[in-house]
T-cell receptor, first 110, second 115 residues
Framework: GEDVEQSLFLSVREGDSSVINCTYT??????LYWYKQEPGAGLQLLTYIFSNMDMKQDQRLTVLLNKKDKHLSLRIADTQTGDSAIYFC??????????FGKGTMLLVSP | GAVVSQHPSRVICKSGTSVKIECRSL??????MFWYRQFPKKSLMLMATSNEGSKATYEQGVEKDKFLINHASLTLSTLTVTSAHPEDSSFYIC???????????FGPGTRLTVT
């Protein structure tokens, strides 16, 4: 298919790790992205990974890329209530145009 | 801090009027910017690619005469919703890629309500 797929909802407890998964479709994507959107706000670039990398770590965030399976994941360590938001996975399909998944709503409970 | 700004953040207008939304890259030049539309609880839909110095490229199904795009400078793109109707009510977000990197930044969005 042509869609970027994400699970719609994830609930975790504060202090746990969160893992948000995404599958994409274009094996020629150069970059893959994770964005965070809080209610009524725009998209905040969390991290991105170049397609020739398998992993990228940035403080509490770890991105894993499996190109063979076209699978991307975002792990948030020590999840906090402030991490509650919608997380979008996106792939670049050439000329910087991005195709987004429908977003995963992360709910962090105290 | 923000690297892409949008103005206004929210606007209410009457049916039949036109509304202009500005998107600015704050600390880098952007020869290309993108305009997206987001429906409630939905993903972002790419509307068009704004190209500095040339015509915008519209996605299939997006009316170019209704959504006018002007990329007047390397830091400013504008989207004008002409003859707005209630079905145009939506959240409009722009983005700008920082050339030479993989970074692409989004503006804070503009909530348009057409009454």
């Amino acid at each position: 298919g042509e869609d970027v797929e994400q699970s719609l909802f994830l609930s975790v407890r504060e202090g746990d790790s969160s893992v948000i998964n995404c599958t994409y479709t274009d094996s020629s994507s150069t970059y893959l992205y994770w964005y965070k959107q809080e209610p009524g706000a725009g998209l905040q670039l969390l991290t991105y990974i170049f397609s020739n990398m398998d992993m990228k770590q940035d403080q509490r965030l770890t991105v894993l890329l499996n190109k063979k399976d076209k699978h991307l994941s975002l792990r948030i360590a020590d999840t906090q209530t402030g991490d509650s938001a919608i997380y979008f996975c996106a792939e670049e399909r050439g000329y910087s145009t991005l195709t987004f998944g429908k977003g995963t709503m992360l709910l962090v409970s105290p | 801090g923000a690297v892409v700004s949008q103005h206004p953040s929210r606007v209410i207008c009457k049916s039949g009027t036109s509304v202009k939304i500005e998107c600015r890259s704050l600390d880098f030049q952007a020869t290309t910017m993108f305009w997206y539309r987001q429906f409630p609880k939905k993903s972002l839909m790419l509307m068009a690619t704004s190209n500095e110095g040339s015509k915008a490229t519209y996605e299939q199904g997006v009316e170019k005469d209704k959504f006018l795009i002007n990329h007047a400078s390397l830091t400013l793109s504008t989207l004008t919703v002409t003859s707005a109707h209630p079905e145009d009510s939506s959240f409009y977000i722009c983005s700008a890629p920082r050339q030479g990197t993989g970074e692409q930044y989004f503006g804070p969005g503009t909530r348009l309500t057409v009454t």
